[in-house]
């Protein structure tokens, strides 16, 4: 069984960077689909942040009102997506989720999420 | 930029069917967009009820149905029940292999 677990600091302070790590158990990250980050801030909808997949040629993809700011990078070796957001602000405040994408486009499968409180 | 667009809320009543769309400031929905849908619940990750249209996920029930009515993705809830209140979010793929949610339906079932 599949299955996403993210980690990170809850607390981050303004204009800091963010990061986060998605341990991917039960597959091997380098064999398929394109990973990555979906956020949420309290209250509000789902926001799509971007993804990468090793087995498609290493392309990357990203939110373009986000693009400036974001990394996302995969660690075959340890099987973990890890997420950089820099200089945030209090609208980065949210729960970050780690998705798996497939080859339909659908988000066939998510973490649990965990909550990141920007904060001066 | 485009903005994919949903109902803000809806209502249904138990035994009811209700179709939620999900449309573009600009253009139309079609299947190449590749719409899917969420539901979600408070405090849960989002579960996926349907994607390219209009195949069911594992385990979603025979009730939810999706589809492209006019110019926009539809999903229809028929015989709605309690536990289908939830917010529902779709998804469009764009050009460029970017994913673009739609803002969410609070569907209530009442």
């Known amino acids: 069984q599949v299955q996403l677990q993210e980690s990170g600091p809850g607390l981050v302070k303004v204009s800091e960077t963010l990061s986060l790590t998605c341990a991917v158990s039960g597959y091997s990250i380098s064999s398929g689909y394109y990973w990555g980050w979906i956020r949420q801030p309290p209250g509000k909808g789902l926001e799509w942040i971007g993804v990468q997949s090793l087995y498609y040629s290493g392309n990357t993809y990203y939110n373009p009102s986000l693009k400036s700011r974001v990394t996302i990078s995969i660690d075959r070796s340890q099987d973990q997506v890890s997420l950089k957001l820099n200089s945030v602000t209090a609208a980065d405040t949210a729960v970050y989720y780690c998705?798996?994408?497939?080859?339909?486009?659908?988000?066939?499968?998510w973490g649990q999420g965990t909550l990141v409180t920007v904060s001066s | 930029q485009t903005v994919v667009t949903q109902e803000p809320s809806f209502s249904v009543s138990p035994g009811g069917t209700v179709t939620l769309t999900c449309g573009l400031t600009?253009?139309?929905?079609?299947?190449?967009?590749?719409p899917s849908w969420y539901q979600q619940t408070p405090g849960q990750a989002p579960r996926t009820l349907m994607y390219?249209?209009?195949t069911r996920s594992s385990g979603v029930p025979d009730r939810f149905s999706g589809s492209i009515l006019g110019n926009k993705a539809a999903l229809t809830i028929t015989g709605a029940q309690a536990d289908d209140e939830s917010d529902y979010y779709c998804?469009?793929?764009?050009?460029?292999?970017?994913?673009?949610f739609g803002g969410g339906t609070k569907l209530t079932v009442l």
């Open positions: 600009s253009g139309s929905v079609s299947t190449s967009y590749y």
């Open positions: 390219s249209t209009n």
């Open positions: 998705a798996r994408r497939d080859i339909a486009k659908r988000f066939d499968l």
């Open positions: 998804v469009l793929y764009m050009r460029g292999g970017i994913s673009v």
